[in-house]
Antibody
Framework: QITLKESGPTLVKPTQTLTLTCTFS??????????VGWIRQPPGMALEWLAL???????RYSPCLSNRLTITKDAYNNQVVLSMTNMDPVDTATYYC??????????????????WGQGTLVTVSS | QSALTQPPSASGSPGQSVTISCSGT?????????VSWYQQHPGKAPKLMIY???KRPSGVPDRFSGSKSGNTASLTVSGLQAEDEADYYC??????????FGTGTKVTVL
């Protein structure tokens, strides 16, 4: 059974850097094709894909936020870390991580995530 | 990034069918067969219901079906049940550099 769980601060100040950790079980991030991504959802609003990292350390980022995001992995400790710089109140959202299997047919950009973690709400406020 | 367009709401009585549209462009839905649909109950994480336009993951009831015509994808829920009341989001691979979600549709079971 694949499970993922997000952890990190619930409150950050504007201009600070947010660091979130996704801890997973039930799969290995050393297996060909396997990836873990991050998606966020502001309160009452739609989902937005942020970033994705694969078994081979290949990374993909949303073009809108690529200059603020860094995704890394520690496959042996079953963790993926997302960093987002220069946080702003509009970044207030529930942040989810999700499991995927990529394909070269989409240049390894995501096509689905399943399952997702429970999400963690991050509020940006001074 | 441009989101895919969905109707804000849809509804149906128990046992009826409801269809949700997901309008994209030739840069995403119209070109690629990588449309997915997610169900999200209040306060819960999204759950994958359909991938690659019409494929159902293991465990998803066959009451859920997906299709695509031109730049618009659709999710149909047949035989509506109370537990189907939720928000539904479509998503699509959008060419190099992007993966986009829809604006979301709230489905109400009357």
């Amino acid at each position: 059974q694949i499970t993922l769980k997000e952890s990190g601060p619930t409150l950050v100040k504007p201009t600070q850097t947010l660091t979130l950790t996704c801890t997973f079980s039930g799969f290995s991030l050393t297996t060909y094709g396997v990836g873990v991504g991050w998606i966020r959802q502001p309160p009452g609003m739609a989902l937005e894909w942020l970033a994705l990292i694969y078994w081979d350390d290949d990374q993909r980022y949303s073009p809108c936020l690529s200059n603020r995001l860094t995704i890394t992995k520690d496959a042996y400790n079953n963790q993926v870390v997302l960093s987002m710089t220069n946080m702003d109140p509009v970044d207030t959202a529930t942040y989810y991580c999700g499991y995927t299997i990529g394909t070269s047919k989409t240049a390894w950009y995501p096509t689905w995530f399943d399952p997702w973690g429970q999400g963690t709400l991050v509020t940006v406020s001074s | 990034q441009s989101a895919l367009t969905q109707p804000p709401s849809a509804s149906g009585s128990p046992g009826q069918s409801v269809t949700i549209s997901c309008s994209g462009t030739s840069r995403d839905v119209g070109t690629y067969n990588y449309v997915s649909w997610y169900q999200q109950h209040p306060g819960k994480a999204p759950k994958l219901m359909i991938y690659e336009v019409s494929k159902r993951p293991s465990g998803v009831p066959d009451r859920f079906s997906g299709s695509k015509s031109g730049n618009t994808a659709s999710l149909t829920v047949s035989g509506l049940q109370a537990e189907d009341e939720a928000d539904y989001y479509c998503s699509s691979y959008a060419g190099r550099n992007n993966y986009v979600f829809g604006t979301g549709t709230k489905v109400t079971v009357l």
